[in-house]
């Protein structure tokens, strides 16, 4: 039987997406949602579910969408999944379930993330309280109000338990509303999930830095258990000697970004923007200079096929403009009237792997050149913000928080999501959420026993 071609999946064209932040990715319509579904073998060992981080049964949900039942495969999804139409849109399906599939390799897998994000518009979001048998007495607080948080509280709340999510920010969502532009998840579908979530009882506290203005040792008496969801937000600084020999330190890129997000700052339009890094931040904040009407470089110290950001992401950064130059290491920064003017770089190459397993870089000496910018970017890397630990006996290991805390915050408070990973998918930072809030349920099972 010849397998049926995959559905071409709609998006906006380059030069009309340029000049607004409208999501890219149209989705289906319900005719092209039926032939998508109806091409799905339903295996009997799917692979698919083994390539999903949150353990989706997609076979289940795909048989669902076949017969139009889209409030009950949205039902499953929730189950195991409360931010299913951020994933939906923010997953990369490639490395994951679409990846697994049988078909992938034929070059048609079933375009698994498009019937998902279909259930997941269309679908109602019906309250997920547990049966009042199941529900648990309990006071816990969560610190950050991201992803992991968020999901964490509704793992918690909707099984009884009194949760109270402490937000630095005036707004919650973490870096999903932060920092992931709306082009990739429009901030009305965000809005949907957090009201979806915050639903089953769980309460904000915003505009709290715990640690700034209440310490995280006053937590442990004011709550049975406290969950640390802070994020890997704190950019890795890059720092450059001037030519004046003077330190100078590069914008972050998450500030950046937040800034544009929230629109605090801008910059003059045609400036040109120097981004230092090869990751996702990267490709977003070249991408959001675009729109902006900046004039983004991204320069990064290994080749196209060594960067780090999805080749999706690359792709439509170069389609809409973004310029790269690679094997290029920043040397210093060079100023002139107070003012930055570029960076002079030295040339690399590649060496032998590292410890990632990638090529490492090496640089080739005597290769000083200029390269022309106003503004300097890093996107090098992310990792925990100290603040919240002031006064703590918690300690970062390689800018991230341990899996385990000793003495008297053992078994009392409880780290997840990028805090403990580094920056990583969504989906898996919502299932460490999840994952968390269950040893959390577990222990208070425990102590009314």
């Known amino acids: 039987m010849p397998i049926k ?44 579910i083994k390539g999903c981080p949150a353990g989706l049964n997609i076979p289940r949900f795909i048989k669902l969408a076949r017969e139009k039942k889209f409030n009950e495969a949205l039902s499953e999804i929730l189950e195991v999944n409360p931010f299913s139409a951020t994933c939906a849109r923010v997953c990369p399906y490639g490395f994951q379930c679409e990846g697994s599939c049988v078909l992938n ?22 309250m997920k309280m ?29 099984h009884g338990v009194d949760v109270d999510i402490y937000e630095s920010r005036p707004v919650i969502g973490g870096l999903a509303r ?35 203005d209440i310490p ?17 937000s704190k950019c890795w600084s890059l720092r450059l000697l001037s030519n004046e020999g003077k330190d100078f330190f590069a914008y972050s890129a998450i500030e950046f970004i937040e800034n544009y997000m929230f629109r605090k700052k801008v910059f003059d339009r045609g400036l040109k923007i120097l981004i230092i890094g090869g990751g996702n931040t990267a490709i977003d904040v070249g991408r959001i200079s675009i729109r902006e009407g900046l004039n983004p470089l991204i320069v990064y110290r290994r080749g196209k096929e060594q960067m780090p950001a999805l080749p999706k992401e690359i792709e439509e950064a170069e389609e809409e403009g ?79 928080l341990p ?12 780290p997840c999501g990028d805090a403990v990973s580094g920056p990583s998918v969504v989906v898996k930072a919502m299932r460490s959420g999840l994952e968390v809030a269950r040893k959390v349920i577990g222990k208070l099972k425990e102590s009314t026993f």
């Open 130 to 158: 547990v049966n009042e048998s199941e529900r648990i007495n309990g006071k816990v607080a969560i610190i950050g109000g991201g992803t992991a948080g968020l999901s964490a509280a509704f793992e918690l709340s909707r």
């Open 216 to 232: 995280l040792n006053d937590f442990l008496d004011m709550y049975d258990y406290v969950i640390l969801a802070v994020g890997a």
């Open 105 to 126: 390799k034929t070059g048609r897998p079933i375009a698994i993330g498009a019937i998902h994000r279909f259930i997941s518009d269309y679908g109602e979001y019906q």
């Open 5 to 48: 071609e995959r559905v071409k999946l709609r998006e906006l064209l380059p030069e009309d997406r340029i000049c607004n932040y409208n999501e890219i990715a149209l989705g289906l319509n319900e005719k092209e949602l039926e032939y998508e579904a109806n091409r799905c073998l339903q295996c009997k060992k799917p692979s698919c």
């Open 403 to 414: 899996y385990d805390f000793g003495g008297k915050y053992k078994d009392k408070v409880f």
């Open 322 to 400: 973004v310029k790269f130059k690679f094997f290029e290491v920043p040397k210093r920064a060079i100023i002139e009237n107070n003012k930055l003017k570029g960076i002079e770089a030295l040339k690399a190459k590649l060496g032998p792997p590292d410890e990632s397993g990638r090529p490492s870089f090496e640089v080739v000496e005597g290769s000083e050149h200029f390269i022309e910018g106003d503004v300097l970017v890093s996107a090098i890397g992310q990792e925990v913000d100290t603040e919240v630990l002031t006064g703590c006996d918690i300690h970062l290991e390689r800018g991230l």
């Open 178 to 212: 932060a920092c992931i532009p709306p082009y990739r998840l429009a901030r009305e579908v965000l809005d949907r999930e957090i009201v979806y979530i915050l639903s089953h009882g769980a309460k904000i506290k915003n505009n709290i830095s715990v640690g700034k």
